[in-house]
């Protein structure tokens, strides 16, 4: 299984930018999906995840009501939807997969595959 994140960038504070990540290989069941981030000398940690139908998500408190995930309708591409940016947002952010996928796990060692993540620096 491969995972590609795209769509980091340079973005002012208040700014918005859409990451996507998709998933490619022997993907032939169910799983969910999450972000996650890692600033410099900080820890990795959860973002948002959304499981295999897209009923149901969860958020890191610190970006509920700001960032939205999502799936495309082909389910093998999830979206991570960030506006309001701040400075406090500036990371390395990567997408993982968690076969599965009925409910969504927000914790690192749950995911099976990770991206090569993509980096987000928001300005003042």
């Known amino acids: 299984v491969q995972l ?6 340079l973005v002012q504070a208040g ?4 990451l996507s990540c998709a998933a490619s290989g022997r993907t032939f069941t169910t799983y969910a999906m999450g972000w996650f981030r890692q600033a410099p000398g900080k820890e990795r940690e959860f973002v948002g995840a959304i499981n295999w139908s897209g009923g149901r998500t969860s958020y890191a ?10 799936r495309g309708n082909a389910k093998n591409t999830v979206y991570l939807e960030m506006n ?3 400075r406090e947002d500036t990371a390395a952010y990567y997408c993982a997969l968690d076969f599965g996928g009925l409910v969504v796990a927000t914790t690192p060692g749950d995911y099976d595959y990770w991206g090569q993540g993509t980096l987000v620096t928001v300005s003042s």
């Open 61 to 70: 408190d610190s970006v509920k009501g700001r960032f939205t995930i999502s």
């Open 84 to 86: 309001s940016l701040k």
């Open 4 to 9: 590609q994140a795209s769509g980091g960038g």
């Open 15 to 18: 700014g918005s930018l859409r």
